[in-house]
């Protein structure tokens, strides 16, 4: 064997170890888990849905049948991540849903006007506010950045809580901005 001929064979070695040595990583985003947890902590903070829309998922479920239309080996699965995911808490988290819960009544009346809307990014936004006194202004401003910054935090702390890497933040923001804005409704 010559030495071109095994300079080739090492370069094909070297190369076919390098193909197999690259690895691509898929960084998983649990969304499901996310849309449960985000839902729980929703509801828990802002009072169960209306009795109306109580009704229209039972109308939606009798008419589907007994698992709503889906497989039955579906539901099977929800369940278990819904029961999986509802140990999603710790101390910091409970704090800041006990704040927030605390300062919905404060933004109630403010959605209500338009005054505050919830955005598509998971956040509070100030909506029409020029009807508003200074001192009105004032409050609203103070409410909507302690809600913000609340969110923030619940929504950092929810990732850590899943394992979803810091990267994705913004998606957790964005399931959990769905949940807000059906709660306003």
Aim: proline share 3%; aromatic share 8%; charged share 30%.
């Amino acid at each position: 064997m010559t030495a071109r001929h095994r300079t080739i064979r090492i370069m094909a070695f070297s190369a076919i170890l390098l193909i197999f040595a690259c690895v691509t990583i898929n960084i998983y985003f649990p969304a499901e888990k996310v849309e449960t947890v985000a839902g729980e902590i929703v509801e828990e903070i802002r009072g169960p849905e209306s009795e109306d829309e109580k009704k229209e998922e039972n109308t939606a479920g009798e008419k589907q049948g007994f698992f709503g239309g889906k497989p039955v080996f579906a539901s099977l699965v929800s369940t278990a991540y819904a029961q999986e995911v509802t140990q999603v808490s710790n101390p910091t988290i409970r704090g800041l849903k006990d704040r927030m819960k605390e300062r919905f009544p404060q933004l109630k009346p403010w959605y209500a006007s338009r005054v505050l809307t919830e955005g598509d990014d998971g956040y509070v936004q100030l909506g029409d506010d020029q009807g508003l006194g200074i001192k009105e202004k004032s409050a609203v401003r103070n409410l909507l950045a302690a809600e913000n910054k609340d969110r923030e935090q619940l929504y950092r702390e929810v990732a850590k809580a899943l394992n979803i890497d810091a990267g994705q933040i913004d998606k957790v923001a964005a399931i959990f901005a769905k949940e807000w804005q059906k709660s306003i409704r």
